[in-house]
T-cell receptor, first 112, second 112 residues
Framework: DAGITQSPRHKVTETGTPVTLRCHQT?????MYWYRQDPGHGLRLIHY???????DKGEVSDGYSVSRSKTEDFLLTLESATSSQTSVYFC???????????FGQGTRLTVV | GQQLNQSPQSMFIQEGEDVSMNCTSS?????WLWYKQDPGEGPVLLIA?????ELTSNGRLTAQFGITRKDSFLNISASIPSDVGIYFC????????????FGAGTILRVKS
């Protein structure tokens, strides 16, 4: 298995509260991604990083921010959680942007 | 957003049957990837394709990168019960930089 750890694995939070999800890798891969998975939508890219402090938006970035201060860690923050952000969040890593991406086990977030 | 149409949405299989699924788009892809996801887990990479016309096998799985670069298919031969799960195609779009776009998934179930 690729060395990717997501934390927490499950979280329930209240609307309006800030939430941070963490992705940690031990592979020293340059690219890291955050996706959300919802029924009928497959996986949709939220943000990605192509190096330390280098990030860019994906197709569903509104309401989310990210930070990457170290190669191994990529943080996803919901500044003020909403019910529409209830989802399963996956982190992925890849050596290069156009090569295979390997996924973590996911974080199930419920916003009540 | 980018359109990647995966079909069928779901299918039932009987043990021993061959299975086929595909992804199509109106855009040109540089890379096609096929993933399988089991319940509660992250997607696991099955096959990666990098060249138009490329045909690649992984055990009972065979996938092809369409010659027009706008489609790909995945075949599973002689299916077994552990093949059930959700299969996703993913592609890197030429005009989308280093980001992968995912299909909505094909759910494979076993006929009872």
């Amino acid at each position: 298995d690729a060395g990717i750890t997501q934390s927490p694995r499950h979280k329930v939070t209240e609307t309006g509260t800030p939430v941070t999800l963490r992705c940690h890798q031990t592979e020293n891969h340059r690219y890291m991604y955050w996706y959300r998975q919802d029924p009928g939508h497959g996986l949709r890219l939220i943000h990605y990083s192509y190096g330390v402090k280098d990030t860019d938006k994906g197709e569903v970035s509104d309401g989310y921010s990210v930070s990457r201060s170290k190669t191994e860690d990529f943080l996803l923050t919901l500044e003020s959680a909403t019910s529409s952000q209830t989802s399963v969040y996956f982190c992925a890593i890849s050596v290069q942007g156009n090569t295979e991406a390997f996924f973590g086990q996911g974080t199930r977030l419920t916003v009540v | 957003g980018q359109q990647l149409n995966q079909s069928p949405q779901s299918m039932f299989i009987q043990e021993g049957e061959d299975v086929s699924m595909n992804c199509t788009s109106s855009s040109i892809f540089n890379t096609w990837l096929w993933y399988k996801q089991d319940p509660g887990e992250g997607p696991v990479l099955l096959i990666a394709l990098y060249k138009a016309g490329e045909l690649t096998s992984n055990g009972r799985l065979t996938a092809q990168f369409g010659i027009t670069r706008k489609d790909s298919f995945l075949n599973i031969s002689a299916s077994i019960p552990s093949d059930v799960g959700i299969y996703f195609c993913a592609g890197q779009l030429l005009e989308y930089g280093n980001k992968l776009v995912f299909g909505a998934g094909t759910i494979l179930r076993v006929k009872s």
